[in-house]
Nanobody, 123 residues
Framework: QVQLLESGGGLVQAGASLRLSCEVS????????MGWFRQAPGKEREFVSSISWNGGARYYADSVKGRFTISRDNAKNTVYLQMNSLKPEDTAVYYC????????????????WGQGTQVTVSS
């Protein structure tokens, strides 16, 4: 059974930083791309970032480019999302996702999802 377990969310002030983590079990982690999505209240879930199986290709939504960094540690079966210069509009539930391919862009469909972690940014 594939499981994705996110951690690292919380309540911070605008301008602060947070690092989200997602540990994957039940799957060959280093064979697949990983990603992060988010869903704000009343809005649809949206793509945030993705990273290829070896970290060689990374994609970001325009809204987070230059502020967020995705990375992965294949030895730890974990993907990270470093979020800097957080804004109130970054407030959302953040979901970790795993793909069926080695690379993934903003339009690639994910196949496995975590339960989500809440990020709240106050102004």
């Amino acid at each position: 059974q594939v499981q994705l377990l996110e951690s690292g969310g919380g309540l911070v002030q605008a301008g602060a930083s947070l690092r989200l983590s997602c540990e994957v079990s039940g799957r060959t982690f280093n064979a697949y791309a990983m990603g992060w999505f988010r869903q704000a209240p009343g809005k649809e879930r949206e793509f945030v970032s993705s990273i290829s199986w070896n970290g060689g290709a990374r994609y970001y939504a325009d809204s987070v480019k230059g502020r967020f960094t995705i990375s992965r540690d294949n030895a730890k079966n974990t993907v990270y999302l470093q979020m800097n210069s957080l804004k109130p509009e970054d407030t959302a539930v953040y979901y970790c996702a795993s793909y069926r391919s080695m690379t993934a862009t903003s339009t690639t469909e994910a196949v496995y999802w975590g339960q989500g972690t809440q990020v709240t940014v106050s102004s």
